[in-house]
């Protein structure tokens, strides 16, 4: 359904459906890729972030925004007990990857630290408390290794040139 909905966007002419593993492009063709939570649904994202690197220029940025787990930064990938296909992954880890792939990591930040806590009074919480949350984040980030509680690592690496 995803191929049909791109299909339909006039703004994305062309669609290609691909491995990530072994993107069907030649070497060197873009300035930047991006990946949006796919890549823990590898158990290990070497491969997935080394075509990255085979296909982007010189210089090119690679883009990562990815689920965060708190249980997984000793383990590095730990599958998800009853999903065959999602693994735990912690940012720093993935941001190791990167590295092991050739990238020079530039920046990582983190999102929903507060979240997480609240998630634990309120299963379901509100547009409203996710807000709020955020508000509170940002005071938390700069606390020293309390990044590592967050939901979300994005992360931003660059191939050398």
């Known amino acids: 359904s995803m191929v049909a909905q791109r299909a339909e ?8 459906v691909g491995d990530m593993e072994a993107l069907p492009f030649e070497a060197e063709t873009f300035d930047a890729a991006l990946f949006a939570a796919c890549l823990h649904h590898v158990p290990d994202p070497l491969p997935a972030l080394r075509e990255a690197w085979r296909v982007l220029r010189p210089g090119g940025q690679l883009f990562a925004f990815e689920p965060s787990s708190f249980r997984a930064r000793r383990a590095g990938s730990a599958p998800i007990q009853g999903h065959e296909l ?4 912690s940012g720093k880890w993935l941001a190791g990857r990167m590295t092991a792939a050739g990238f020079v990591l530039e920046e990582m930040s983190t999102r929903r630290i507060a979240i997480r806590a609240v998630r634990y ?10 807000r709020a949350a955020d508000r509170i984040d940002r005071a938390l980030r700069v606390v020293p290794r309390l990044k590592e509680l967050s939901e979300i690592v994005m992360l931003r690496a660059r191939k050398p040139a």
Do not use: C, G, H, Y
């Open 86 to 89: 999602e693994f735990r992954m």
């Open 121 to 130: 009074i309120v299963p379901a919480p509100s547009l409203r408390l996710f």
């Open 9 to 16: 966007d006039p703004l994305l002419p062309t669609n290609v």
